[in-house]
């Protein structure tokens, strides 16, 4: 796999996990714990698009 279409890959998990935190916080039986978890790997991954990206 290219380093493009990892970044892609990356971006798209990104973008899941955005819709993801956004559907969970108008759902009030979701828990915050849950809601902090999935923006934890949204950061994870923001921060490793940012880092190959850099390169």
Do not use: Y
Not at 23 to 50: G, V, Y
């Amino acid at each position: 796999m290219s380093l493009n279409a990892h970044i892609q890959e990356l971006r798209k998990k990104h973008q899941h996990l955005s819709d993801e935190v956004e559907m969970a916080q108008r759902t009030p039986s979701f828990d915050d714990l849950q809601i902090t978890a999935l923006k934890r790997q949204k950061l994870k991954i923001k921060e490793e698009i940012e880092r190959l990206s850099d390169n």
